[in-house]
């Protein structure tokens, strides 16, 4: 007979065939999509005589880098967080926490990428759009620990992998934060440090055996 810490435990699962899980994966796109078409405002429409146009859209052209590396940081979140849930066999609380949490990080991004796209060489612009990343990259990663730690994924993930992917995405959270410290005196440098932040964990995936580099 199973005992009652069983039974709580199995009836907090929510199995990818439940409505529960549907829901929650259909938040998360709702949340990628919303932020990603949020974005575009962060581009300011000049409002100026039209003799003066060519010059102002040239002003516009830091707005336009935000949102561009925004836009691609945050369609590559969506997809590996996509990959994640595809390979879930099912979610517990514990995983729908960490990811109402990543989903909050997620909705704010527009914001830092405006104040960017308008003060594209100070700290007090590059700095927290950095330490988002940093925070959305920790929570993906919490949710993969999580998936681990349950074992909610639909087949096992090798102890070795995951090891790799860990590592990666650790390499990925420490060069955003140090951007962060060389955004205190090369903002620029430091933004561009965000364009190559994904690079350490594409190259941890590599060294994985081939069928698990699409996993996550």
Do not use: C
């Amino acid at each position: 007979m199973p005992t009652t810490e069983h039974t709580a435990s199995t009836t907090s699962r929510h199995h990818r065939d439940t409505n529960e899980f549907a829901r929650m994966v259909n938040l998360s796109d709702a949340v990628f999509a919303i932020a990603m078409t949020l974005l575009v405002l962060t581009i300011d429409v000049p409002n100026v005589p039209a003799p003066e146009l060519a010059t102002a859209l040239r002003e516009d052209l830091p707005q336009l880098g935000a949102y561009a590396l925004a836009f691609a940081l945050v369609a590559s979140q969506w997809h590996m967080h996509h990959k994640l849930f595809h390979r879930l066999a099912w979610i517990d609380v514990g995983m729908v926490a960490i990811n109402l949490v990543f989903l909050g990080t997620v909705a704010l991004v527009p914001f830092p990428t405006s104040v960017l796209g308008s003060y594209p060489t100070s700290t007090a612009a590059v700095a927290p759009f950095l330490g988002l990343f940093v925070v959305l990259n920790l929570a993906y990663l919490l949710l993969i620990m999580r998936a681990q730690a349950v074992r909610a994924w639909s087949e096992p993930l090798p102890p070795a992998v995951f090891r790799r992917v860990v590592l990666g995405s650790l390499a990925t959270i420490g060069l955003l934060a140090l951007g962060i410290v060389v955004s205190l005196w090369l903002p620029v440098l430091a933004v561009a440090m965000a364009v190559t932040s994904s690079a350490p964990y594409v190259l941890a995936m590599r060294r994985v055996p081939a069928r698990y580099r699409a996993w996550l």
